[in-house]
């Protein structure tokens, strides 16, 4: 096994000081000379025709200097995924839900900014509206966007294997129904774009808290009409992302707009409210899954049936639907499944790209399903997983191709964390265990954009710089990908510095969804370190008389391999370098975009997804307060398969915010709408927990050597999300019997499905 | 968001603060400003002027005063709490202060500024673009309740958790005015209305709130029920007070003012507290009170964990 001196490592983040004195700058910290104030005016009626709208008083306010509405802008629209685009930066006939951006003003201070948004007068023709996919599914239902004949946006129909034969096969088939909440992602750092006009030469920079500033280029290029080699994306530090800061949003598009009509920056912050009620949230989801199986518990088909509520626009849409489907047929092998998946608009805030994208959903109704099932005909539900498990090399129906698989592993140790043989159905009356198993995938194999750079420079100093496309929104990306440059280049981390996420000097980078970065950009960072090295080496063989893969590098240091004396310096070996005459920098570059030989999207065809699958098991331990109801997460285990853990500090950081995020969709969070107004926008009535609820968690690995990933890693970050919030109901069940189908398991629902319990007995 | 525009005044006496009080139509005092400017940015309270009552020595801190203890009005509730007098005397008290908000709501905050808390609706604590798509409330100035679906009327909830603690301690407020200092019961501070739910005459200001020495005879606890360990505010809380055969209890976040509740209060007079004795006085929890859906958690579950939050508390006093 490789010795490894950086990678593998427990780094702190390569930017944690500059965070924790609040000297790191975010988008809203950034101020520009003569900058203005941008603030958007927002529909307060969930569906309806705009008969006029008046912005006179507001443009006659002292201190305004511009307001537009959907009209005096391009007719175009935008969307994450080129096919599904349906959203205007402002509305232009109709408003869809409320908060929908009707209009926008920019003024030389926030208050005459906010106060000249207030004189915007909308009239409006109302129009019926529909909040719940099952109402606007039905006919008659009022039609949300005029171009299309239903309020279906997305569907898709699969099936895998021969279902009609699997059924016929199983000893027993069951039918259930599951519900999962819209939750917001609620990252600390609400939305924020700045953007500065260059009068001369018509260069329009943005700064923008976004996870993937090369889709946003390409957004901004296709709805401002101005060409993409105009647009220079940079996203500074960002406070989290979680998925909703992957689409473009008004703020970038009006920002951009003023920007350039004016001459001069502007920025637009929303509110923590806006955060909430206009950009984006996880898709509120009815599945039902008929499942047969065998006396063992072996799945043998499985028919699904989801309707997401999509809110009024797209998003992503198609991806997110797919995703749902074909994720079902891993960590589980099955073999026969019928999928249909509708995306349904309703008039309501939009459903987005979020930690899990369509799988927690799907996950959350399968896991729950099996420990129906193990109950109902008498098997242990950790072993039904363990039977069901897929594992590496085994077909996957729609062509994953599964190198590594430490999932059957991982459920066996999961339970032994957490005690399943002493605990489950043993414990008293109010406590309980329960565990639910997941996958995801490193990223996506092919789609536009799909392809990551990197440009390492090593200087005459020893000093390494970075340019990488990754977009680092928190979780460390920029860590991880100077962790794998100091071990390919043998220096300590300090002497690695990283420019990242500047569309204007970056490499091109996919952006950070999809779990992807880790792989993708990590291997581009890769290759060029071994660009860098492998030219530094073929000099310093040349003065160590020996091949330059006999040479091996850690701590500034060259040596030959097996003869630690026969070596000099890094510093030494560039001053020669030098003196030798050759150019300096020495810089590398890398590329990389994931193996597939036949790329896939899944949108249209199957196909292998993506380079590599991690893996994992997520087992909860609760106590449920059996007079008021509150159910307290005692202890969640995980045990994870990603590959290689560049940095497990980072990984740590993911499973444990993947707890967090997991409790608050089990049992706290619910964003919910009164007649499509969304009720809770802030922090104290959200309530998502806080680390004063969080449990005693514990991690474990499972050692994999996945053969694409950089020093065989896998993805770490969204996959973890899948598991924790059926772990927990499952435990919920355990503890008191009670199976609840239906998030979240608040107080009230406990103490209600407590009641009729002591009723009927 | 951003606060309105005010006009700021910081006297360093308690006569100094009541004639700005006075002198300003409109103006309100503010303490630690943890209530009062949330309210601000949301546009639901638009005082034109403040009156900051922080540098005001004389209404901090915590004495004795002959058979009274007597805590200044901007006490903070971290100085309540770090207090072990406090804490052996009246229990309930403290276990209130630390039950607050977060850390720091409870360094900020301050008990009067606690006490004098406004009342909250989920239609109402919501900020000018958010209640803009309905009408205007009749609490915030319009005429009609989104809760209710009627005229004229207010049901937002009281959700202090110091009161019901205090209630049952038998605290009275002093108040200080231009004509002078006076006290009253503390259950007189509040109107039992949801628009204006204090009775405290303009230019008033609370100055200290008197506890008998005589409740410190007593067992005291304060019980709060919130979904988080943290920032929330009561979903309901309950208050216990015990000694020899007689029973106090209050709760929080259940009307328009915190409320004793007599009926249990009866019920248990000169009674042993038996398992069914609580029990039966649980039942009766709900019926000095006007539960209405003023947040997303149902009149009957609200009505549940009065009953279950009253069993705890009375436990916990052994
Ligand atoms: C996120 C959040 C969570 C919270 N959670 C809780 C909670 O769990 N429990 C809880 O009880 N409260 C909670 N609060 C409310 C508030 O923080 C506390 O009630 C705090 O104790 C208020 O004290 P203050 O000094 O900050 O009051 P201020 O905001 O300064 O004043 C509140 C009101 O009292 C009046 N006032 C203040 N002092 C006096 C005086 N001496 N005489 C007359 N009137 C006076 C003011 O005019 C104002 O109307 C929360 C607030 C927030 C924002």
């Known amino acids: 096994m490789k010795v490894l001196n950086t990678v593998g490592q427990r780094v702190p983040m390569h930017d944690a000081a500059t965070k924790v004195t609040g000297q790191a700058q975010f988008t809203d910290d950034l101020a520009l000379p003569g900058m203005l104030y941008g603030k958007l005016v927002r529909s307060t009626i969930p569906h309806g025709r705009i008969v006029s709208i008046d912005v006179s008083r507001a443009k006659a306010l002292p201190g305004v200097k511009g307001v537009i509405t959907g009209k005096d802008i391009p007719d175009r629209v935008y969307g994450i995924v080129p096919k599904a685009k349906d959203e205007h930066a402002l509305a232009r006939d109709k408003v869809h839900y409320i908060g929908d951006a009707v209009a926008a003003v920019v003024a030389v201070d926030k208050e005459i900014a906010e106060e000249a948004a207030r ?111 105009k647009i220079r994306v940079i996203k500074p530090k960002v406070g989290g992302g979680f998925g909703q800061k992957i689409d473009m949003y008004a703020k970038d598009f009006c920002a951009c707009w003023f920007a350039k009509e004016l001459g001069r920056p502007v920025k637009f912050l929303y509110e923590r409210e806006e955060v909430f009620q206009s950009t984006r949230q996880r898709h509120p989801m009815y599945l039902t899954v008929k499942t047969g199986v065998n006396k063992a518990g072996k799945i043998l088909a499985q028919k699904i049936t989801a309707y997401a509520d999509g809110g009024a626009y797209n998003s992503t849409a198609p991806l997110m639907i797919t995703l749902s489907c074909f994720f079902i047929m891993i960590p589980y092998r099955i073999e026969n499944l019928i999928y249909e998946g509708y995306h349904v608009y309703t008039n309501k805030p939009v459903g987005g790209a979020m930690r899990g994208h369509g799988i927690p959903q799907a996950r959350f109704a399968i896991e729950r399903q099996i420990d129906l099932i193990a109950k109902r005909i008498g098997v242990d539900a950790a072993e039904m997983r363990v039977i069901n498990a897929i594992r590496a090399g085994m077909p996957h129906p729609a062509g994953f191709i599964i190198n590594t698989c430490g999932f059957a592993d991982s459920v066996t140790e999961a339970a032994k964390a957490i005690g399943w043989k002493e605990k489950r159905g043993k414990l008293p009356f109010g406590r309980g265990v329960g565990l639910a198993g997941a996958s995801f995938p490193s990223g996506v194999a092919n789609m536009a954009h799909l392809a990551s750079g990197a440009v390492v420079q090593l200087s005459r100093e020893g000093r390494v710089s970075i340019l990488s496309g990754a977009a680092d929104i928190g979780q460390g990306a920029e860590t991880v990908i100077c962790q794998i440059v100091a071990e390919q280049i043998g220096v300590p981390m300090e002497d690695v510095h990283i420019t990242a996420a500047d569309t204007g000097t970056c490499p091109l980078d996919a952006g950070t969804f999809g779990s992807g970065v880790t792989v993708r950009a990590g291997n581009a960072a890769l290759l060029a370190a071994n660009d860098v090295r492998d030219q530094l080496f073929s000099f310093v063989a040349d003065r160590l008389k020996c091949k330059p893969d006999d040479l091996m590098t850690a701590n500034r240091r060259i040596w030959v391999k097996g003869n630690p004396d026969a070596g000099m310096s890094l510093s030494d070996a560039l001053f020669e370098y030098q003196y030798s005459n050759r150019p300096l920098p020495i810089v590398g570059r890398g590329g990389w975009i994931p193996p597939a030989e036949q790329p896939t999207s899944l949108l249209t065809k199957n196909g292998n997804f993506s380079p590599n699958y991690s893996f994992m098991t997520q087992a909860a331990e609760v106590e449920v307060d059996l007079e008021l109801g509150k159910v307290k997460v005692v202890k969640m285990v995980t045990v994870h398969d990603c590959g290689q853990p560049i940095n497990p500090m980072l990984v740590e950081g993911q499973l444990e915010g993947s707890i967090m995020g997991g409790m608050g969709q089990a049992l706290y969070e619910d964003s919910t709408c009164i007649e499509g107004q969304q009720y809770n926008p802030s922090f104290l009535d959200y309530g998502f927990p806080t680390v004063m609820e969080m449990p005693e968690m514990g991690a474990l690995h499972i050692d994999t050597d996945d053969p694409v990933g950089p020093f065989g890693a896998k993805e770490a970050g969204e996959g973890t999300q899948l598991a924790p919030a059926p772990a927990i109901v499952n435990a919920i069940a355990d503890a008191i019997g009670v199976e609840f189908n239906r998030l979240p398991v608040t107080p009230q629902v406990v103490l209600e499905a407590l009641k009729k319990n002591a009723d009927k007995s | 968001m951003r606060l309105p525009k005010f006009t700021h005044h910081q006297p360093t006496r308690i006569e100094d603060a009541i004639h700005a009080l006075a002198d300003n139509p409109g103006a309100k005092a503010v303490a630690g400003g943890t209530d009062l400017l949330v309210n601000m940015k949301h546009r639901v309270e638009l005082p034109p002027a403040l009156v900051s009552l922080s540098r005001i020595d004389e209404l901090r801190g915590i004495r004795r005063e002959g058979d009274a203890t007597v805590i200044g009005a901007c006490t903070t509730l971290k100085e309540i709490q770090r207090d072990e007098e406090l804490g052996r005397k009246f229990p309930a008290l403290v276990q209130a202060a630390m039950a607050v908000g977060s850390y720091r709501h409870q360094t900020m905050g301050t008990l009067a500024g606690n006490l004098c808390q406004n009342t909250r609706c989920r239609f109402f604590n919501q900020s000018w673009e958010w209640r803009r798509v309905r009408s205007l409330c009749f609490k915030a100035g319009g005429e009609d309740c989104h809760v209710v679906g009627k005229k004229n009327i207010c049901f937002s909830t009281y959700s202090g958790d110091m009161a019901p603690a205090l209630l049952v301690l038998n605290a009275a407020i002093r108040i200080q005015g231009p004509q002078g200092i006076s006290h009253i019961p503390l259950a007189d501070l509040f109107s039992g209305q949801g628009k204006s739910p204090l ?120």
């Open chain 2, 199 to 318: 009775a405290l005459a303009s230019a008033h200001i609370v100055t200290a709130v008197v506890i008998p020495e005589a409740s410190g005879n007593g067992l005291s606890h304060y019980e709060k029920f919130s979904l988080r360990d943290s920032i929330d505010f009561p979903i309901v809380g309950a208050a216990v007070w015990r000694e020899n055969g007689s029973v106090r209890v209050a709760f929080t976040a259940v009307d328009r003012a915190p409320v004793r509740a007599q009926a249990i209060e009866a019920a248990l007079q000169g009674q042993k507290l038996t398992g069914p004795a609580i029990e039966k006085a649980a039942s009766l929890a709900a019926k000095s009170v006007k539960l209405v859906p003023t947040t997303i958690h149902p009149v009957a579950f609200k009505r549940d964990i009065m009953a279950s939050l009253f069993i705890r508390a009375v436990r916990a006093l052994g």
């Open chain 1, 119 to 229: 004189l915007v007068h909308v009239e409006y023709e109302p129009i019926p509206a529909v909040f719940d996919p099952l109402d606007a599914i039905k006919e008659g239902a009022p039609l949300i966007h005029d171009n299309l004949k239903t309020n279906i946006s997305a569907s898709i129909h699969k099936e895998f294997g021969d279902v009609e034969k699997g059924f016929a096969a199983s000893d027993y088939v069951f039918e259930d129904t599951f519900f999962s909440q819209a939750v917001n992602h609620a990252p600390i750092e609400p939305h924020a774009a700045l953007a500065a006009y260059d009068l001369q030469n018509g260069d329009l920079t943005i700064w923008s808290c976004t996870q993937i500033p090369y889709f946003l280029k390409r957004n901004l290029a296709t709805t401002l009409l101005v060409p993409e080699n």
